[in-house]
């Protein structure tokens, strides 16, 4: 984990538990990175409890109840299924937030609509369930890990005007 992750995750850690509250994760391009850099720090037992990798459709639509018209209409790169993610993810851990990434990686399977860096994340909370899209450029790993940072920078800001 990088020193800016690792305090991400620590502010992170700070707020939920000041809160009471919980996270869970639903991943698809990150492929379990979001939930590697929470649980690295100490003591994350005490405010997070799931993880779903999801990286194939059937798995999104089994474990997190994203709908397959969904799917099928938008794709699995896309607002609609980062928000099914992020509220299925939610809903099925009871957490009180959970955020989800989809998105390609790459080195291939880009098309001119969705190019390789497309990553859409949501964040389902408290108040409601927040999206955004970033295209990020580099290498299979460089998108992941800057998609690890937004998805944490993102969860950080939200957490914080949730008291």
């Avoid at 690792?6 to 492929?31: K, N, R």
């Avoid at 998105?103 to 408290?126: D, H, N, R």
């Amino acid at each position: 984990m990088t020193a800016s992750q690792d305090h991400l995750v620590q502010q992170i850690a700070d707020q939920l538990v000041a809160q009471a509250a919980s996270l869970s994760v639903a991943e698809s391009c990150t492929g379990g990175g979001v939930a590697q850099a929470l649980t690295a720090v100490a003591g994350s037992s005490a405010w997070f409890g799931y993880g779903f990798v999801t990286y194939a459709n059937s798995a999104k639509i089994a474990l997190l109840g994203v709908d397959e018209a969904t799917l099928t209409q938008f794709g699995a790169v896309s607002e609609q299924v980062a928000v099914q993610m992020a509220e299925g993810a939610r809903a099925r851990a009871s957490s009180t937030w959970a955020l989800a990434t989809t998105g390609i990686a790459g080195p291939s399977g880009g098309s001119a609509e969705k190019p390789v860096g497309t990553v859409w994340f949501a964040w389902a909370g408290p108040r409601g369930t927040h999206s955004r899209r970033c295209v990020f450029a580099g290498d299979r790993a460089s998108i992941r890990e800057q998609a690890v940072v937004v998805a944490l920078t993102e969860l950080t800001k939200l957490i914080k005007f949730t008291v």
